[in-house]
């Protein structure tokens, strides 16, 4: 009898065993020093880039500097939207991280990818229902801290210490 208890734990022993096993195998093995080498790199290219653009048209087409701006906004949202489209930009992710996912670049991208991806479920209820899944997040939080922001500065306004 005391065999047939243990016998049950060793074998869900067993199976847990393996499965952390296969867990282990499967799991990728990441460096985080290169990790953030690749971001540092991806995210420095994607600001050359844009610091190009905005070079670009204020010195050789004559453009003012806030013009320029919203320029090279609008060109990389742009290209960041037509490499998601292409299913590149998803590869740019997976090699450079965060590098390609904080900058302007990897909000247009989260809203591209999520209208790609709903597409199938028509204009309305697809693209337009869910098209801010991703991004609807930041753009909500991003709102609510500016807000915040803004009352403490008024307040300190106020008070005299700003």
């Known amino acids: 009898m005391a065999q047939n208890n243990k016998n049950p734990k060793t074998m869900q022993e067993k199976k847990e065993q393996e499965y952390r096993d296969h867990v282990e195998q ?10 953030m080498i690749k ?10 880039l844009g610091q190009f653009i905005l070079n670009y048209a204020t010195n050789k087409m004559g ?21 998601t489209g292409f299913n590149l930009y998803p590869k740019l992710v997976e090699w450079g991280g965060g590098g390609a996912l904080v900058p302007i670049t990897g909000f247009a991208n989260s809203v591209a ?7 199938k479920e028509g204009q309305v209820f697809g693209i337009g229902c869910k098209i801010f899944t991703i991004a609807g997040p930041v753009i909500l939080f991003g709102i609510v ?18």
């Open 39 to 48: 971001a540092f790199i991806t995210g420095g290219i994607i600001c050359l």
């Open 113 to 119: 990818s999520a209208a790609i991806e709903y597409q």
């Open 26 to 35: 499967m799991t990728p093995k990441y460096s985080l020093p290169i990790q």
């Open 63 to 83: 453009i003012d500097k806030e013009t320029a701006a919203s320029w090279c906004s609008m060109l990389l949202v742009l290209i960041s939207v037509l490499l």
């Open 145 to 162: 801290t500016s807000w915040g922001l803004g009352l403490i500065y008024w307040v300190g306004i106020l008070l005299g210490i700003v």
